[in-house]
């Protein structure tokens, strides 16, 4: 599979809880992002890696969120102590450049329901 | 904040009709990207425009990258029901010195038959 791939694909949990989402991208990709989107609007940006480098995190971002992405490969996206407006899409997209923008490939998203 | 608006928010045409939607920044881009997200999927790239008064063509889709680089267009020629979708456009400012891009606010389209 050539293609972004986001586990798991759906989480429904109680408000409180930790939950994580994992993020594969295409290989050799150095550029990772992660967004958050809601029904109706347009994707919301959380974070974002060069390679191993998380390089800049929105406000949106509050400490019960962290991203990693150990070695440049697969990265993760932790939620603690969740709230029920955490409800969403989580997207994680890569990218191939070389200092230039590129195109964003996306996954198919993570679906968080927080009861 | 930098922000990317989208007009309209929604549209509907007749199946052969024309669509255009219309990407507006608060602040100069560095370049603009277009997506397409069918219902129920994830956004899919189309297109990127770098260059000041850029026009790039994809079949019936026009896309053009505005003069001052802080606003863009897409233009769908002769609607088909495959083109029903939310079409994003995307885009960083060129001295925040990363690669954020930030996403419109997306116009819905529909397409009847």
């Known amino acids: 599979d050539t293609g972004v791939s986001q586990n798991p694909r759906h989480k429904i949990t109680k408000r409180g809880q930790n939950v994580t989402f994992r993020c594969d991208p295409i290989s050799e990709h150095n550029r990772l992002y992660w967004y958050r989107q809601t029904l109706g609007q347009g994707p919301e940006f959380l974070t974002y890696f060069q390679n191993e480098a998380q390089l800049e995190k929105s406000r949106l971002l509050s400490d019960r969120f962290s991203a990693e992405r150990p070695k440049g490969s697969f990265s993760t996206l932790e939620i603690q102590r969740t709230e029920q407006g955490d409800s969403a899409m989580y997207l994680c997209?890569?990218?191939?450049?070389?200092?230039?923008?590129?195109?964003?490939?996306f996954g198919e998203g993570s679906r968080l329901t927080v009861l | 904040g930098q922000q990317v608006m989208q007009i309209p928010q929604y549209q509907h045409v007749q199946e052969g009709e024309d669509f255009t939607t219309y990407c507006n920044s608060s602040t100069t881009l560095s370049n603009i990207q277009w997506y397409k997200q069918r219902p129920g999927g994830h956004p899919v790239f189309l297109i990127q425009?770098?260059?000041?008064?850029e026009v790039k063509k994809q079949k019936r889709l026009t896309f053009q990258f505005g003069e001052a680089k802080k606003n863009s267009s897409l233009h769908i020629t002769a609607t088909q029901t495959t083109d029903v979708g939310t079409y994003f456009c995307a885009g960083f400012h060129p001295t925040s010195g990363t690669y954020k891009y930030i996403f419109g606010t997306g116009t819905r389209l529909k397409v009847l038959a």
């Open positions: 997209a890569s990218s191939f450049t070389r200092g230039e923008a590129g195109e964003l490939f």
């Open positions: 425009l770098v260059k000041s008064g």
